[in-house]
């Protein structure tokens, strides 16, 4: 390969690629190439499911043809990674899932549309936990992914390949969902930027549901500018969503470098718990002292029911996602069992062969939990607890601060098979991420150091519905005080 987009000072971020594309210094089909080149010669870390050479450059071409016109549009040209749970009637869409391993869409999801139209070359399809259920991407049917810091350890999950793609810069940034934190925690376990937006920012149309009251989908990239410029392209109303909310959609990027001088900013004590790792803590501390240097107002705040919601998660998630999931049954998608003998037959065998353990761990919990007698004690309970946490943050924001900082993991990344049998402690990976998700607010996570084993460490800014700005503006004027965003991998 000739083209060298990575050295010691230069990245692959948005800005510069539109830069070196609108000059004409570097052809769309040229950069796709490029990705496309990448991608294959670090395959061995696991982070595509399928790429979409032939289409991509397709895209690549009408891009160049666009930008030879003068045009320009905000994506234009640039090369994006998906993760395989967003439908694209190109290529196939397996959600990491055997059951629909061969599947291939009638129809782009909305986010797919608006991505395209932004001008977008969508080259690749990116691996995840199977359906986004899991927080190590080992759950995927076809391959785990590697972390690009240590390949012996987990990038995190569910969306493993789109965090690890942008740390390896196979991607300049990608798209990812987040349930219960799969945005955030591969952020944070691959040193890298990623927002999950307001519960009801961005349409849901085309991603294939886990837990619809609580899916979203959003941006992961090399800093807070990236994210914000993808996050404005995929957000607003969508007619074909109807929990997609009619809310302006702010200029997120250009918006970015507003002065947060005096914003308050809130660190709950509940985040910061027992067995949590000492080096995220310290980590942590240091980036209040950053934002105290920035003119921040750093004040210590409760979210008293934070303890409540890994427990209340594992009960909404699982009964949403049992009756999402009911649709995969052999006759209407992808894999069916053969030589069944009746039609109830047919369904079981096919769900037994063709879901993975985990999902059917969660389907079989939120069958039970949904079912007669347990559905007050259990769902109903749940959902009066998830209230509960959104009037803590409501709370809190009202009386005492602008956004919140909070750790996005109690510990950096774990090794590969280290967490695989015991599903309890693989579900409190999510502590910090998970109260978010329930009470719908939205929350990034970005790089603010390092441990001793030069594991990337990620810190959460959180913010009140529809404020995502805050949330860059805070992310941005830290960004640019502090270089963590800008590392590498070795060897990357
Ligand atoms: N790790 C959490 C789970 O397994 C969150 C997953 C997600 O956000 N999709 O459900």
Not at 421 to 430: H, Q, R, S, T, V
Request: aromatic share 8%; hydrophobic share 40%.
């Amino acid at each position: 390969m000739t083209l060298d987009l990575l050295t010691e000072n230069e990245d692959v971020t948005l800005s510069r690629l539109k830069k070196l594309l609108s000059s004409k210094e570097i052809s769309s089909v040229e950069l796709t190439k490029y990705f496309l080149e990448r991608a294959k010669s670090k395959d061995d870390l696991g982070c595509f499911l399928s790429l979409t050479e032939e289409e991509a450059l397709k895209q690549a071409n009408k891009a160049d043809e666009k930008i030879a016109k003068g045009e320009d549009a905000p994506l234009l040209g640039v090369p994006l990674a998906i993760k395989d749970v967003l439908t694209t009637d190109f290529g196939t869409t397996t959600c990491a899932s055997k059951i629909l391993e061969n599947y291939h869409s009638p129809f782009n999801a909305t986010v797919i549309n608006k991505m395209l139209d932004a001008g977008a070359v969508l080259y690749g399809k990116t691996n995840l936990d199977e359906f986004a259920m899991g927080s190590s991407n080992e759950n995927s049917s076809f391959k785990p992914v590697k972390n690009p810091w240590d390949t012996e350890r987990v990038p995190g999950g569910s969306s493993g390949g789109s965090a690890a793609a942008v740390a390896a810069r196979i991607a300049p940034a990608s798209l990812g969902t987040d349930t219960g934190g799969s945005i955030r925690q591969p952020a944070a376990f691959c040193g890298i930027t990623g927002i999950k937006p307001t519960y009801g920012r961005v349409s849901r149309y085309g991603l294939v549901a886990y837990a619809s009251s609580l899916d979203q989908i959003g941006p992961l990239g090399l800093s807070a500018e990236d994210c914000a410029l993808i996050t404005r392209v995929i957000s607003g109303k969508d007619p074909l969503d109807s929990t997609s909310m009619e809310m302006e959609v702010p200029a997120f990027d250009t918006e970015i470098s507003k002065d947060i001088k005096g914003m308050k900013v809130g660190v709950p004590k509940e985040y910061f718990i027992d067995g949590m790792q000492s080096e995220v803590s310290e980590a942590l501390a240091e980036a209040k002292k950053v934002l105290s240097d920035l003119g921040a107002e750093i004040v210590e705040i409760s979210l008293p029911h934070t303890d409540a919601a890994v427990a209340a998660y594992y009960i909404i998630a699982p009964a949403e996602c049992s009756s999402n999931l009911a649709r995969f049954d052999g006759i209407k998608y992808g894999y069916r069992a053969e030589e069944t003998h009746d039609l109830f037959d047919l369904y079981a065998e096919t769900r037994s062969e063709g879901f993975g353990e985990e999902v059917k761990r969660r389907i079989l919990i939120g069958t039970y939990v949904l079912s007669s007698g347990y559905y007050d004690a259990y769902y109903l309970k749940a959902q009066k607890v998830r209230r509960l946490i959104q009037n803590d943050f409501l709370q809190a924001f009202e009386d005492k601060c602008d956004v919140i900082l909070a750790p996005t993991a109690p510990t950096t990344p774990f090794k590969i098979g280290e967490n695989i049998n015991d599903p309890l402690a693989m579900y409190l990976n999510d502590i910090f991420t998970i109260p978010l998700n329930l009470a719908g607010m939205p929350g990034m996570s970005l790089p603010c150091g390092f441990d001793g084993k030069n594991l990337p460490i990620g810190m959460q800014l959180i913010a009140g519905p529809w404020q995502e700005q805050r949330i860059f503006n805070v992310a941005h004027a830290y960004q640019d005080a502090t270089d963590w965003h800008t590392r590498k991998p070795e060897g990357v």
